[in-house]
């Protein structure tokens, strides 16, 4: 039985025209999530298979580490993705999540700013993410190189923009500039706000 599934979309191929077509949507998550859904379960059974054997070289088993990270990781963001993305989205964040980024990146034009720097600026292949750190409870934006690396570890990502070309190269051709500010038009920031809330109380010591 396998460890990890493709989980449904919360909406149609198509309800999250004209900023990400239906053809583009249905290509990225039937073929491209799928792929990375069913490479993390290969890696899972071939670590078991050569734990059965008692096998392990430290080459092998870095490899097959390394193999496994990328795909797991790139199922965990682009489940997000989908969940972080509305047909009924836009606009921009109040309450709580909204105060939280204008205090800690000034404003929500600054926050924006850097979020397209860092998800257009990302070099080959990968992500921008707004990520809360439990620490020192702040709000940070981090680059994504493939599905994993240069993230600071415990944070938690709260929103995720695709910045693969899989995501928009058939519609947005090399401008990755104009895919990323069409994606601000379908934020659900009831998503993000939940994802925000979830973090801080998680990272509240209990009494």
């Known amino acids: 039985m396998a460890t990890y599934t493709l989980p449904d979309l919360p909406y149609d191929y198509g309800a999250l025209e004209p900023a990400i077509t239906g053809e583009i949507l249905e290509l990225h998550h ?7 859904v069913k490479g993390a379960n ?14 392990f070289t430290p080459t092998g088993l870095v490899g097959l580490e390394k193999t496994l990270a990328f795909n797991l990781s790139g199922h965990v963001l682009h489940t997000q993705f989908w969940s972080n993305l509305s047909p009924d989205g836009g606009d921009r964040p109040d309450g709580v999540l909204g105060d939280a980024i204008s205090e800690h990146f ?37 680059q994504v190189y493939d599905h994993h690396g240069n993230v600071g570890i415990n944070t938690t990502p709260l929103l995720v923009f695709d910045a693969w070309e899989h995501a928009y190269y058939l519609q947005y ?10 994606l601000w038009s379908l934020i659900n920031w009831t998503d993000v706000a939940a994802r ?10 209990a009494p």
């Open 196 to 205: 925000y809330s979830a973090a801080v109380a998680a990272a509240t010591p």
């Open 42 to 55: 290969d890696t899972l059974d071939q670590l078991e298979e050569v734990r059965e054997k008692d096998g």
């Open 173 to 182: 051709k090399n401008v990755r500039p104009d895919y990323v500010q069409k």
């Open 106 to 142: 000034g404003s929500f034009e600054a926050f924006q700013k850097q979020l397209n720097t860092a998800t257009t600026s990302v070099q080959g292949s990968g992500w921008g993410v707004l990520a809360h750190e439990p620490l020192s409870g702040k709000l940070l934006i981090h």
């Open 30 to 36: 039937s073929k491209h999530h799928a792929a990375y």
